[in-house]
């Protein structure tokens, strides 16, 4: 997970800090979703020490310019600007809970190759985060769903994808993960029968309707989205569903939100 520049050059590239992990005593491994090289792991040397010229500039969330020395196997931090820290993210527990997750995932589906278009959704993703302070879970449902169609796994939402009958005509539909995309009753029961044993989700007609809307949606649709509180849990769980299986891992992260949300729901 390091870059393609030449060995002992020095490079400069913008960069969203995912996390970071500790290495010997004072030195941390730093992942970094970087506009120009995609996902990299750099060593922040002295970063734990009280006298770090880093500061608190490597913690997740931060956008960052930074100039790193190419190494053999990981590169080396050796300056680091902020540009934006996310202050609002940051001071809200509720929303760097969100911002985690939305981390988690980006560090999940993302590789070593540059992906402009991820690394701008992700910062869009943040602006409007920041100014959100509704319905923070169905935004975090539409960000999973649109970073997974942006790396490619864009589930077919309008018609059946076996035998192409559209879903407002559909009397019963279920999603498929691992074929991605809206079945049919009709066809389900064909591949049941075929022998095939593909994970299929129920859902209503009118959430798979509004999956349509959360890949069309931007920030400030959330601030006034209005949707029966039935088909937004129908609509988290099915998506849910769609990223743990294209993850293929757990996501402790989303483990975390749950676990707040029945804190706060019990208190």
């Known amino acids: 997970m390091s870059s393609h520049e030449p060995r002992g050059s020095l490079y400069k590239t913008k960069g969203i800090i995912l996390r970071s992990i500790r290495l010997r005593e004072a030195d ?4 970094v979703l970087t506009e120009s090289k995609g996902k990299i792991g750099a060593v922040a040397k ?3 020490k009280t006298k770090s010229k880093f500061g608190a500039r490597l913690e997740p969330f931060n956008l960052v ?3 790193l020395y190419k190494g053999s196997n990981l590169d080396t931090i050796t300056s680091v600007e902020i540009i934006n820290p996310f202050s609002s993210i940051r001071n809200d527990f509720n929303k760097a809970t969100y911002a ?3 981390l988690d995932l980006i560090d999940k589906v993302s590789l070593d190759v540059a992906d402009k278009r991820v690394f701008d959704f992700l910062i869009t993703g943040f602006e409007a985060l920041s100014a959100l302070d509704i319905n923070l879970d169905l935004f975090l449902a539409a960000f999973d769903l649109k970073l997974l169609s ?3 796994f864009m589930p077919i939402l309008g018609r059946c994808l076996s035998c192409g009958l559209l879903v407002s005509l559909a009397p019963e539909i279920f999603i498929s993960p691992a074929k991605g995309g809206i079945i049919c009753k009709t066809c389900a029961h064909e591949a049941i029968l075929s022998g095939e044993r593909d994970h299929l989700i129920s859902l209503k007609n009118k959430t798979a309707e ?3 809307t959360l890949l069309k949606s931007s920030g400030k649709d959330f601030e006034q989205i209005d949707i029966p509180r039935d088909l937004t ?3 988290i769980s099915v998506i849910s569903g769609y990223v743990d299986h294209h993850v293929a891992i757990r996501l402790k992260s989303r ?11 019990s208190s």
Do not use: H, P, W, Y
């Open 150 to 152: 942006l790396s490619g």
């Open 233 to 235: 849990a129908e609509a």
């Open 100 to 102: 985690l997750a939305m």
């Open 28 to 31: 941390r491994i730093v992942t």
């Open 65 to 67: 310019e930074l100039l």
């Open 46 to 48: 002295g970063v734990r």
């Open 255 to 265: 483990d975390c939100i749950r676990k707040l949300k029945g804190s706060f729901q």
């Open 210 to 212: 509004l999956l349509l």
